[in-house]
């Protein structure tokens, strides 16, 4: 059952209003969204977009943000962020829907001090809000309210979008929710940052809300810990629509602050699957057989259910000469979900992507 329920009918007249307003016309010109935050070259926030950090408890997601806001408060480099904003697009709205007023400040101070900024006095350019004790209604509206009414905002944080519904599973909540996301960076010409947990048992992000993330943000961070040193959190883009940019690693050092390990090496991927190693989509199958594979099974039809799909793909990826068992099937699934090369919007039908970032 959805709890939030915002439905605005519209007149015949009004949908002819929008409808013109939302043609697109070869005799006007359209700006190319600016280009805020970057990971080296890569592009991973425009205003006018979203994005996300996803990760499993304790793999230091909220350390990584806050890098991000540091670097936008800097209007430099923190970690490997680099942060250029306009001078009309300086102030930062950080929203934190899970912890106390008393840890909330200590967030404050840590961004304050990574940036360079004294941690006595607040920033003209920071905004806190720690909604804990508020109810996810009422958590959207404050919201909302502190978009639209500051002036210079350029990027805005919600730490625990999961708190901005009742039901993580409720398909019209979740299509809510980033509905909203999509129509504040609109109208307002923002960047939205969003963090959200992992399942336990894989790498999706939680909850149908955490689908809607995958298939409407521009870039998917994911943070984790790295497997031999639990003391250090590795970064890299799971989903993105500019160039991939390579993963980079920090650690929390002994003011508390999180560290770039300049000497991080990440794990090559080498091709085939070594002996004894469990199947691996990404590894055992290149970008081209992904591809035909894909292109071939929906040249059938535009969209399959889940058992359509599982038995369309068996048969494609057989051609390509990778056959599937029912196990490797499944973890297939999975993989062209969260790379984007599948995608379900609404508890549709899955429908190809073939402008997908592989």
Known sequence: MDYIKETKDISAEEAIILWQASRLSLSKSYEKAPEILKVHSSVIGTLGNFSASIGKAKSKKTFNVSAIVAATLKNGTVLRYVAELSDGKRKVLYVDTEQSPYHCLKVMKRI?????????????????????????????????????????????????????????????????????????TDDRQIHIHTILHQNKGDENARGHIGTELNN????????????????????????????????????????????????????TKAPGRPQGERFDACKDISEQQHRIALEAAFSLQDEYGYKELGKALKESYALVGVPLSDNKLVKLITVLKNKRMIVQENGRKYRYEPNFHY
Do not use: C
């Not at 990027?155 to 129509?183: C, H």
């Not at 998917?220 to 993105?240: C, R, T, Y």
């Not at 690693?249 to 508390?256: E, G, T, V």
């Open 216 to 267: 409407k943000a521009e870039t998917v961070l994911l943070v984790e810990k790295d497997k031999s040193n639990g003391d250090i959190s590795k970064v890299s883009a799971m989903h993105i629509r500019a160039m991939d940019f390579e993963p980079f690693a920090f650690r929390i050092n002994d003011k508390a602050l999180p560290e770039l390990m300049e000497d991080y090496q990440t794990e």
């Open 112 to 184: 304050l001090r990574m940036a360079g900024l004294p941690d006595d006095r607040d920033s003209e350019n920071l905004e806190f809000l720690a909604l804990r004790k508020y109810t996810p209604e009422q958590r959207i509206r404050i919201v909302e309210q502190a978009i639209y009414n500051t002036p210079d905002i350029g990027l805005v944080i919600i730490d625990g979008i999961r708190d901005m519904v009742y039901d993580i599973n409720s398909p019209g909540e979740s299509t809510r929710i980033i509905s909203k996301l999509m129509q504040w």
